[in-house]
């Protein structure tokens, strides 16, 4: 393995662990509007990128006495590497139904508001709604 491939590899790490240091941080000052199930599906989704990461690491550097052992351990390196993509979509997901649930009651509100304000009638006639003459 090149030196080069180890460093990229501790980058990537480090930024996941940071990532993840982050969200917790967030999530408990109250500053992220996540539910618990989304926190923890994505700190499950960076411990599989650093599975990951460890596994490629690792299996670049081990000697393997068969190709069925390698195959075998690449075969579950990019298992864990789908299974986090998994995860990460589903994220993505639950993050759209909560920005779409938002934006529907913003619509609901507008509505709300919108009915409020006074209106003209057709013909220029006087409008109607609360007035200030009260």
């Given amino acids: 393995m090149s030196y080069a ?41 960076a411990g599989l990128l650093l599975l990951v990461i460890a596994m490629a690491f690792w299996g670049s550097i081990h000697p393997w006495s068969s190709p069925a052992q390698a195959l075998t351990y690449w075969s579950g390196l990019i298992v864990a590497a789908v299974l986090a993509a998994v995860l990460a979509l589903v994220d993505l997901r639950q ?20 009915a409020r304000l006074p209106h003209k009638k057709p013909n220029n006639a006087p409008p109607t709604g609360p007035t200030n003459d009260d």
């Fill in 5 to 45: 491939w180890g460093v990229a590899l501790a980058v990537f790490a480090i930024a996941i662990v940071v990532g993840a240091f982050t969200q917790v941080s967030l999530y408990r000052r109250g500053l992220h509007i996540i539910t618990p199930a989304q926190l923890v599906l994505r700190l499950i989704t």
């Fill in 95 to 114: 993050v759209r139904f909560t920005r779409d649930a938002q934006e529907a009651q913003l619509y609901v509100e507008l509505a709300r508001d919108a």
